[in-house]
């Protein structure tokens, strides 16, 4: 079946998270995504965290969070430094129909390959910038982390235990959340410029992209002037709604119920019918009322419920519930696996490896899978800068020779010294509980053996 | 008003809530004609508030303004057969139906993906569960919450000794909506090349599980179950909302905020004493080591928290800045309405609407140069019924009639 981006070039010089985030699911939709990166500055994420917590003579190539993220993507390595390496970008935007980049604004204004340069290049060429505070107003100069982001948009304050301090999701939030609206907002100028020839540019502010996810407390600011409390889990709409510990040493369930009769469901599922003629719980009202007394009242009965056994039993009974799943739990989970979440790749230094997609839509006419391995460093030099630009054999070993491309990152150090002071400390991590678990034997528990 | 992206497709929305709706509103801000179908009671969101003053009134809840912003309403009970009579001619017009109800009450109407494909080869069928129309799941019931629990990201979020937390508001809802947007623009895309149109089926716990960052990797790569730990990478510490004297930031040194072994010049001082004003500082273990910060994180707080009780929000952040340290801000809704970086790119919207008359919009969630995005107001219910079924040449008396009877 063929994908429906296919014939569609995308040049990608994002880094980090968001941007290749954009850029994958674009990949996995078919589009030929040529990512660029340079000698002294490759992607962070090429240096964090690595396969089996350990780069060897190849850290670069070894890490996991770079590995997922640009699955089936090309890759350069170009010196936008040199006035040749910006001129063999120029050529290939020429040669594009959609420029992606993450860095702060200054950054393309000063290799002059904003979207002022670049279009004057390629006309009807598709841009998109993903930055923390957009490119223009006082902050755009910020720098900006993902981990920053998330609080800088407004959702941290949503965030938290009751009466407690705002609380960051544990994870880089905006990060895929701008890149998933990235990827639609190329689609959509895609589709615009197909129908009148027309390209344009998309200004993506990770700070702004997610300030529709507190909409609704906006919305009581507006009209009350009244500013949110932290609530937990808790919810206006479902009491009780929580989650509880379970038999195991840190297995959760959260269970969220609406109505009278998913009330009945949960009491008679639970084997507790009794708390239905309980006048504590006899109505919406009443449950919201003595929410606490129910949370300890279902944390007794889930303290011996194996999370996800309780799940099933509730789910059967029409209650909403739901297993607090780990990393391990979720590459597991037999309806993730069934669904496809997860695409087998087989990457020269890392193995066959479960890698999670980036799109959740199931399409029935084609599959939206990873399109293979993350490129290694300046793969794809010959055939891309060969192919596209014409160069010669001779003229690209000339230019490797000059340091304008490369397949090798410039280190100060020896890659061993490299990977050893990237080792994370894991046997303190555990001890500290910063880990759950280690498992040896997880390549055979995942069926990679 | 200037063309949109979208301009040329009509949409069907034939959903409730927040997930679907916000896959609408997307379609909707970029010049696309969304038409949503609600009950005749309205859709469940304008049941869900704020409202001005506390006052509930289906067309002034705060859910269903900011969800629909710049669609049509049409009024109709697509459970009998006289509402799905009137349903299929709106499709038979449309380039994308979104419906939130799943395979089962869809086939219980008739309405099921294989029962229209044959009446409408084009169409793109979006569907948006809580767990998917296949799989074991998926005749399971969720929300965001649920999605949360299963995308591990929960289980990430919070204290090390307290409940894993859901991240506020609803996020998986949204995170959904637009991976149905996503989907829906893809199999247009595949429409435009061979022709025909196709199912996409979006759940909310797939969609929340594509924003995992390294948890199924670090199984799948190292074996390594990440944990809670006050929603801490383990890249390193620190990366956190810190109190300050008034409020909270983010204080992230960033990769070259310590003293970087080898890498920093003989004699400098790194940006964190910097801004600390202590140079000393950086001949302390949890300033040279990050490993060290990880672990002994409590020594590290002990050394910047008197320093930042004693310093305002937007000095803290500003300073750092200009160190080249990512630190951030942590607005309230009402910092960030009143922001002046906001307020200089014109974020938000002022919107009106004849039952709540002017207040402030969320912006889009990004800029386009050809096709700006346009924030249009809510429709009232019912608002288009004559103008939809008018246009698919129901008469007068016969409107009156479907209205009488409780269809529109």
Known sequence: MPKPLEGVRILDLTQVYAGPTCTRILSDLGAEVIRMEAPSRLDVTRNLIHTDNDGQELPWERALYFTIRNAGKKEIVVDLNQERGRELLRGLIAQSDVFAESFTPRVMRAFELDYEHAKQIKPDIVMISLSGYGQDGPYSDWSAYGMGLEPASGVAQLTGYPGGPPLRTGMSFTDPYSGFLGAGAVLAALRYRARTGKGQYIDLSEQEAAVPLAGAALMDFAMNGRLPERAGNRSPWAAPQGCYRCKGDDDWLVISIGNDGEWASFCNATGHAEWIEDDRFADVLARHQHHDELDRLIEGWASDQDHYEAFHLLQRAGVKAAPVLDGKELLLDPHFRGRGQFDTVDHPHVGKRPIPRHLAAKFSSFEASAGGPAPLLGEHNREVLGGLLGLSDEELAALEEQGVIANAPNLPVPPAIVSAALKLPYDRFLEAGILRAIDPDYREQLGLE | ?408
């Not at chain 2, 793109?124 to 965001?144: E, I, Q």
């Not at chain 2, 500082?281 to 009780?309: A, H, K």
């Open chain 2, 1 to 408: 008003m200037t063309e949109g992206a979208l301009s040329d497709l009509r949409i069907v929305e034939l959903a409730q809530g927040i997930a679907g709706p916000y896959c609408g509103k997307l379609f909707a801000d970029l010049g696309a004609e969304v038409i949503k179908v609600e009950p005749p009671e309205g859709d469940r969101s304008r049941r869900l508030g704020p409202y001005p003053d506390d006052l509930p009134h289906h067309e002034r809840s705060g859910h269903y303004l900011h969800l629909n912003t710049g669609k049509k309403s049409v009024t109709l009970d697509v459970g009998v057969t006289s509402g799905q009579v009137v349903l299929k001619k709106l499709l038979a017009e449309a380039d994308v139906l979104v419906e939130s109800d799943g395979p089962a009450t869809m086939a219980g109407r008739g309405l099921a993906f294989d029962d229209l494909r044959a009446d409408f080869p084009k169409l793109v069928y979006v569907s948006l569960t809580a767990f998917g129309c296949s799989g074991p799941y998926k005749d399971y019931r969720g929300n965001s919450m649920t999605a949360m629990a299963m995308s591990s990201i929960m289980y990430n979020t919070g204290d090390p000794d307290r409940e894993p937390l859901s991240t506020g508001g609803t996020p998986a809802d949204y995170i959904a909506g637009i991976h149905a947007w996503i989907g829906a623009l893809a199999a247009l895309a595949y429409r435009e090349r061979e022709g025909a149109g196709q199912h996409v089926d979006v759940s909310l716990a797939e969609a929340a599980a594509c924003a995992d960052e390294y948890n199924a990797a670090m199984y799948a790569f190292q074996g390594a179950i990440r944990r809670r730990y006050y929603s801490r990478h383990i890249f390193g510490y620190p990366m956190d909302i810190m109190p300050c004297k008034d409020g909270h930031i983010v204080l992230v040194p960033g990769a070259a905020g310590f003293p970087q072994r080898g890498l920093t010049t003989e004699g400098a001082v790194s940006p964190m004493s910097l801004l600390l004003g202590d140079p000393d500082l950086d001949q302390n273990p949890v300033f040279q080591s990050g490993q060290q910060r990880m672990i002994n994180w409590r020594q590290f707080d002990e050394l910047v928290l008197p320093w930042l009780m004693e310093h305002e929000a937007k000095e803290i952040v500003e300073t750092a800045q200009a160190l080249r340290m990512p630190f951030a801000l942590v607005p309230s809704v009402k910092d960030l309405v009143e922001d002046e970086h906001l307020t200089a790119r014109d974020f938000f919207r002022r919107i009106a609407h004849p039952e709540t008359g002017e207040l402030t919009y969320s912006g889009p969630p990004f800029r386009m140069s050809e096709t700006p995005p346009q924030i249009g107001r809510a429709p009232l219910l019912g608002e288009h019924n004559e103008e939809a079924l008018g246009t698919l040449g129901y008469t007068k008396d016969e409107q009156a009639i479907l209205r009488e009877r409780g269809i529109t």
